[in-house]
């Protein structure tokens, strides 16, 4: 039963065969469960998972919590002045800022969990935060 052919220069071509013709069904088996369950892990804990809300931060005020699936413009006072904020279809953007050099208007969008645009002259941000728990780092 040849199923995979590959040599390494760590085998020489009859141990490879050997191990290869070995493999029995239930070895076959064990191994594609094995890779499945690989995939569905990875997807479930550290997947794109997306979120309905978004967080606002601005440096005098609590944070803010907005639904992303109630279209809306929000006004945020910053400390040099007021952004305008854009909700539609599920993500963000700033549309207006009184900064001068207007990084966050031109960042566009948010759609993926795990970002932020902040406007650092006026001291507002806006984060979609992680669906899951777990990161590289606290897990």
């Given at each position: 039963m040849k199923i995979f052919r590959f040599h390494t220069k760590y085998f020489?071509?009859?141990?490879?065969?050997?191990?290869?013709?070995?493999?029995t069904i239930a070895d076959l088996i064990i191994l594609g469960l094995s890779f499945v369950?690989?995939?569905?892990?990875?997807?479930?804990?550290w997947?794109?998972?997306?979120?309905?809300?978004?967080?606002?931060?601005?440096?005098?005020?609590?944070?803010?919590t907005i639904n992303l699936n109630h279209p809306q413009q929000i006004t945020?006072?910053?400390?040099?002045?007021?952004?305008?904020?854009?909700?539609m279809d599920g993500r963000i953007r700033f549309?207006?800022?009184p900064c001068k050099q207007q990084y966050c208007v031109h960042a566009g969008?948010?759609?993926?969990?795990?970002?932020f645009i902040t406007?650092?002259?006026n001291?507002?941000?806006?984060e979609l935060p992680h669906a899951n728990k777990f990161d590289s780092i606290s897990y």
């Amino acid at each position: 039963m040849k199923i995979f052919r590959f040599h390494t220069k760590y085998f020489d071509k009859k141990t490879t065969e050997y191990v290869l013709n070995s493999l029995t069904i239930a070895d076959l088996i064990i191994l594609g469960l094995s890779f499945v369950l690989i995939i569905w892990l990875y997807s479930h804990y550290w997947g794109g998972k997306t979120l309905n809300y978004a967080v606002i931060l601005s440096s005098d005020r609590v944070a803010q919590t907005i639904n992303l699936n109630h279209p809306q413009q929000i006004t945020i006072q910053g400390s040099i002045g007021e952004n305008k904020i854009e909700v539609m279809d599920g993500r963000i953007r700033f549309i207006e800022s009184p900064c001068k050099q207007q990084y966050c208007v031109h960042a566009g969008w948010l759609t993926n969990t795990k970002s932020f645009i902040t406007c650092l002259p006026n001291q507002v941000s806006i984060e979609l935060p992680h669906a899951n728990k777990f990161d590289s780092i606290s897990y």
